[in-house]
């Protein structure tokens, strides 16, 4: 009976600890981490800590990689502080092995009153191991020691492998040509080894190798936190390519004819070239080294000189250097002369070579001695008309060192032959005049004809008003009509022209010009006009006619004036010279003169000419005693007589002797 109590009692023992452990569970609060584990790296050998504090004491595991691990206050994993007392299950691990203690670390704390558990983060604590010896490189597969010779082709991409083994975490590589970074055309992969806990890492490089790398080094560098400083391998490169042809000229510049000159081809290669030298195709054969020499040139050793260089395992590589001795231009094609007919279409040809390429340029001399610039292309197409006529000749020109050098070709004649064809374009040819009634007018008409002209004539078409009757040709002789032709200074071409005298009304109409020669015939239409003249013409006529009339009369009486003053003037106008006074008398029915100095008679300052008078008697006596007086105003000018009567009343005249 004892023991059924002592039984009952645990029961009820158990049942009050079981329920003050819910009753605390459901007071207390949930646990929370205040600190987590973090990530790291160590070196085999070091210590490390793993962080995990929470915010009350709780029940802590910690796992690597999953596993529950054996965690005490003694050993290689061993707690921070007193775990049973505090909130802190920090743990420290010691003497790290990278098999033992690499891999993802997490604490985790349990939940009180529940089977559930709050985990921390996975923490990853990388145990370094370095490669363990210096990177390996491989070509196509096969492996290549340090220093070995890599022979690859400069037109082929070629492909090398860098290796480093057994490193923890995986190792960096890089490729370096020289001292060329070229890792971005490099493909790396890590691959595990030794049950996960080590990489092997292989960088795979493709490349294609230029000539100006052969001879250098290939280098593979590992970098890994584990190591002071890196680890390398290296090849020598041997770098297989053609020729890489280039010519040169020795003096550099322009040449000129006379000089001296050297070609030289330079053709590395690997393996090494031979060379071949060509002249505009033709192999020169006598040629057997890299360079030549051309003396006392001309510009006949113009032409593209090749330089072919050949080594094994590729094929040829040519260059073409062209050779330009300078020199002036000279005439290949001259132009020809030609006789073609009206509107014929012809060319001329004209070309010319030099170095630099000569510019061409055509003109003509027309048959009026007119320089005219016709092209600048070797070929001048052109329409025949009578303005083609002339003599075509070509400029060629270049420029040598500054200096312009000319040539000028044959002259080449153009004649052009068909029937007459009138000018429109000359100055002297209206299609319409226009006459006033009464007036002569002219109508004209220019025109060229090769050969001369044999016929040619004026008509005038009949007015639609006018009564039908036969047009014949305007004849030279009529009273009404002047024709004549003269040639003009441009040999071949004319000018007809029909002169209407006194136009009037009847003479207005359409006149026509036919010119004939042995090739055919042309005509050209004139219209004439005739307009009646107007009240404003007749108007402005007898303004003009009387003012030309009033203009005359002041003229006139003013020179009365003037001639009247110098036969009267008195004495004592004159001065500054002498003036001759004569007296004419009659004895025994002669005329006798007489002449008398008189120094009291002076010069009019207005009359430049010497003046004097001159007294006749007439034979027959005259009554009223009147007196001639001859006034002149030089010896061989005109004289006059006057008779001075208005002593006795008579009228005072002159009369011209």
């Not at 006949?300 to 040519?318: D, I, K, L, Q, S």
């Not at 008003?465 to 441009?490: A, D, F, T």
């Not at 002169?499 to 359409?510: E, I, M, W």
């Not at 002498?578 to 009659?586: G, L, T």
Request: hydrophobic residues 30%.
């Amino acid at each position: 009976m004892g023991s059924n109590w002592t039984g009952r009692l645990c029961g009820v023992w158990i049942s009050f600890l079981l329920f003050a452990q819910v009753l605390l569970a459901q007071t207390t609060p949930a646990p929370v981490f205040l600190e987590e584990p973090a990530d790291q790296e160590v070196n085999p050998g070091d210590t490390a800590d793993l962080k995990c504090r929470l915010n009350q004491p709780v029940t802590v595991i910690w796992l690597k990689d999953g596993n529950i691990q054996n965690v005490g206050n003694g050993g290689v994993y061993t707690y921070v502080g007193d775990s049973a007392t505090s909130n802190e299950h920090t743990i420290r691990i010691s003497g790290i092995t990278v098999d033992r203690d690499d891999g993802v670390w997490e604490c985790q704390a349990l939940i009180p009153g529940t089977t559930g558990a709050l985990r921390s983060r996975k923490a990853r604590l990388v145990v370094r191991v370095p490669p363990r010896d210096r990177p390996s490189l491989q070509l196509g597969g096969s492996p290549l020691r340090n220093g070995d010779d890599l022979q690859v082709r400069s037109d082929l991409n070629a492909t090398v492998a860098c290796i480093a083994r057994d490193s923890n975490p995986p190792a960096s590589l890089k490729w370096w040509i020289g001292t060329k970074d070229v890792t971005d055309s490099a493909a790396t992969i890590n691959q595990t080894s030794q049950g996960g806990k080590l990489y092997n890492t292989v960088s795979t490089l493709t490349y294609q190798f230029m000539p100006l790398d052969n001879g250098g080094q290939l280098k593979c560098e590992i970098n890994h936190p584990a190591l002071a400083g890196s680890l390398s391998s290296y090849a020598h490169l041997n770098v297989l390519y053609a020729p890489i042809v280039t010519v040169e000229q020795n003096p550099t510049g322009d040449l000129l004819e006379g000089q001296d000159v050297t070609l030289s081809c330079y053709a590395p290669a690997n393996p090494p070239s031979t060379v071949k030298w060509y002249h505009d195709g033709a192999e020169l054969p006598m040629i057997n080294s890299s360079s030549f020499s051309l003396e006392k040139i001309t510009h006949e050793v113009n032409g593209n000189y090749t330089c072919m260089a050949r080594n094994p395992g590729f094929e040829p590589v040519r260059t073409v250097y062209q050779l330009g001795v300078r020199y002036s231009p000279t005439f290949i094609v001259q132009p020809h002369g030609d006789t073609v007919d009206l509107e014929q279409q012809l060319t001329l040809f004209c070309d010319a070579v030099g170095n630099p390429t000569p510019s061409i340029q055509w003109f003509q001399n027309t048959t009026d001695g007119q320089r005219l610039t016709r092209g600048t292309d070797r070929n001048l197409s052109i329409t025949a008309d009578y303005s083609s006529q002339g003599k075509y000749w070509c400029r060629a020109s270049n420029t040598i060192n500054d200096k312009e050098n000319i040539v000028l070709s044959d002259v080449a004649e153009l004649f052009v032959k068909g029937p007459p064809k009138f000018d429109t374009t000359s100055g002297n040819q209206r299609n319409e005049v226009i006459a006033d009634r009464g007036s002569d007018s002219i109508l004209s008409a220019v025109y060229c004809s090769q050969p001369v002209p044999t016929n040619e004539y004026w008509q005038r078409e009949q007015r639609p008003n006018e009564k039908p009757k036969p047009i014949v040709p305007i004849s030279s002789n009529s009273p009404k009509y002047q024709i004549y032709r003269k040639e003009l200074s441009r040999p071949g071409c004319y000018e007809s022209r029909l002169k209407v005298l006194q136009v009037d009304q009847t003479d207005a109409g359409r006149y026509k010009l036919w010119v004939e020669n042995e090739k055919g015939s042309s005509t050209n239409l004139v219209v004439l006009s005739v307009r009646e003249a107007s009240y404003t013409s007749v108007i402005v006529g007898v303004v003009v006619g009387v003012g030309s009339a009033l203009i005359l009369a002041i003229v006139a009486v003013f020179c009365c004036y003037r001639t009247k003053r110098f036969c009267f003037a008195s004495k004592k106008s004159f001065s500054n010279g002498d003036v001759e006074k004569r007296e004419m008398k009659v004895e025994n029915g002669e005329m006798v003169r007489s002449v008398q100095k008189d120094d009291n008679l002076k010069q009019n300052p207005l009359q430049t000419e010497s003046i004097f008078t001159r007294t006749e008697k007439k034979a027959n006596g005259n009554a009223n005693g009147g007196v001639h007086h001859v006034i002149s105003n030089g010896n061989d000018l005109p004289k006059k007589v006057c008779t001075d009567s208005h002593r006795n009343g008579g009228p005072h005249h002159c009369t011209d002797i």
